[in-house]
DNA sequence: AGCTTGACTGTGG
DNA sequence: ACCACAGCCAAGC
């Protein structure tokens, strides 16, 4: 069994709607406190593969990391979820960050 | 085995 | 606040 692989789809699938988490967050719930790159990975290959929310993932300033087209698509979607938006592409990570229970198991 | 790709993050100026 | 650099790890070829 991938831990790491496995573990990251599972929270990016049980971050809820109208809340983020950042790609650091992410790796290190998984056991892998420097691999907000490898989540980065996941995305692009298992986002369409398992249906992920990757508009649900920003990063540690709460900035969309995505560009032009990507980075619309991102927000409208986060906007539809009622989060609201700081400047451009800024949102409040105080108030839109998600910290998953441990115990889930 | 080495190189490349990835939407990152922390540190220092 | 902004930019530049270095460190980080996994998958595909």
Avoid: C
């Avoid at 496995?6 to 983020?20: A, L, R, T, Y």
């Avoid at 991102?74 to 839109?96: A, C, H, M, P, T």
């Amino acid at each position: 069994m991938k831990a790491f692989t496995e573990k990251v789809i599972k929270i990016i699938q049980n971050i809820p709607s109208g809340q983020v988490m950042t790609y650091g967050q992410i790796a290190k719930l998984a056991d892998s406190p420097r691999g907000a790159r490898q989540v980065v990975r996941i995305l692009h290959s298992m986002s369409e593969k398992y249906n992920l929310p990757w508009y649900r993932v920003v990063n540690i300033r709460g900035e969309i990391s995505l560009a032009n087209e990507a980075f619309e698509q991102q927000k409208w979607l986060l906007e539809d979820e009622g989060v609201e938006f700081i400047s451009n592409r800024v949102i409040s990570l105080k108030e839109y960050q998600f910290y998953p229970d441990i115990d889930e198991g």
